[in-house]
Nanobody
Framework: QVQLVESGGGSVQPGGSLRLSCTAS????????MGWYRQAPGKQRELVAR???????NYADSVKGRFTITRDNAKNTVYLQMNSLKSEDTAVYYCNTALITMGRMINEYWGQGTQVTVSS
């Protein structure tokens, strides 16, 4: 069983910063990629940022230059540093991972979500 545990959400004023973290635990062979998605009320879930095991990253256009995704492979942990936050960044942020199971299959897992609220 694979679990993703997220932390770091909260409330912040516009222009502020938050750092999210997500750790994968359980039995698996290796992690292919980890990332963050978000879902605002009334909107579809969207990709925010993603990083592969090789360190390749991609970002939503709306967060480029403000958010940075990094990864600690030894700790199976991904971080999302969010700077210059805007009200439109308010959403539930979900950690996601694609990994290779012990049975050599690629599966996808989601965290429980953490609320980020940007408001004055």
């Amino acid at each position: 069983q694979v679990q993703l545990v997220e932390s770091g959400g909260g409330s912040v004023q516009p222009g502020g910063s938050l750092r999210l973290s997500c750790t994968a635990s359980g039995s698996f062979a290796s992690i292919v990629a980890m990332g963050w998605y978000r879902q605002a009320p009334g909107k579809q879930r969207e990709l925010v940022a993603r990083i592969t095991s090789g360190g390749f990253t991609n970002y939503a256009d709306s967060v480029k230059g403000r958010f940075t995704i990094t990864r600690d492979n030894a700790k199976n942990t991904v971080y999302l540093q969010m700077n210059s936050l805007k009200s439109e960044d308010t959403a539930v942020y979900y950690c996601n991972t694609a990994l290779i199971t012990m049975g050599r299959m690629i599966n996808e897992y989601w965290g429980q979500g953490t609320q980020v609220t940007v408001s004055s």
